[in-house]
């Protein structure tokens, strides 16, 4: 079974400070890790995603997170945060070959304020 | 940019109605996946689809729930009698190939149950 936690269901910080996202797993075989992010009336879009490589995941609009086995966290960080990144973000978790359905987190609203 | 389409884009209907939800994938796109988030909730996995048939269902996908790929280019859920907790944004994805390939997610389609 498999299953993802973030902690804070939103999130609040000032433009230009570091931005923080917490996600933790849960995984009985190697994980696939992703994060997602929802725009107000969009669907869903990758940011990044952890398939086994590298345990620091770049991934776009200047995102990254990285994946601790030992704290089974996959956090995504953001050095300095943008109005526009505003937004839902979602944690998801895969098996290890990619053939299971992704399992998602609740989700955490980032608010950006000016 | 390829995307993934949804329509409707928000259904109202009554208890007991059968509604059918539709998405186009992207065209050269071979796995097909219904999520849905009730309101608040996190994204839920419903059911995959590859190669004509099922190939992975959750829980909450039961004999209420069914799914087809008439036509080659569509790809639809059915409701056959909606209850009020099926009210949530339905979300359409599609994927290019197995393993850890990017997920492609429509725009949602809301349903409200009355």
């Known amino acids: 079974a498999q299953s993802v936690t973030q902690l804070g269901s939103h999130v609040s910080v000032s433009e230009g400070a570091l931005v923080l996202l917490r996600c933790n797993y849960s995984s009985s075989v190697p994980p696939y890790l992703f994060w997602y992010v929802q725009y107000p009336n969009q669907g869903l879009q990758l940011l990044l995603k952890y398939t086994s490589a590298a345990t620091l995941v770049k991934g776009i609009n200047g995102f990254e997170a990285e994946f601790k086995k030992s704290e089974t966290s996959f956090h995504l960080t953001k050095p300095s945060a943008h109005m526009s990144d505003a937004a839902e973000y979602f944690c998801a978790v895969s098996d290890n070959a990619g053939r299971r359905a992704l399992t998602f987190g609740s989700g955490t609203r980032l608010q950006v304020q000016p | 940019e390829p995307e993934v389409t949804q329509t409707p884009s928000h259904q109202v209907t009554q208890m007991g109605q059968e509604v059918i939800l539709r998405c186009v994938p992207i065209?050269?796109?071979?796995?097909f996946y219904w999520y849905r988030q009730i309101l608040g909730q996190k994204v839920e996995f419903l059911v995959s689809?590859?190669?004509?048939?099922?190939?992975?269902k959750s829980e909450i996908f039961d004999d209420q729930f069914s799914v087809e790929r008439p036509d080659g280019s569509n790809f639809t859920l059915k409701i056959r009698s909606t209850k009020l907790e099926d009210s949530a944004m339905y979300f359409c994805?599609?994927?290019?190939?197995?393993?850890?390939?990017?997920?492609?997610f429509g725009e949602g389609s809301r349903l409200t149950v009355l």
């Open positions: 065209s050269n796109h071979l796995y």
């Open positions: 994805a599609s994927k290019a190939g197995g393993g850890t390939g990017e997920l492609f």
């Open positions: 689809f590859y190669n004509n048939e099922i190939s992975e």
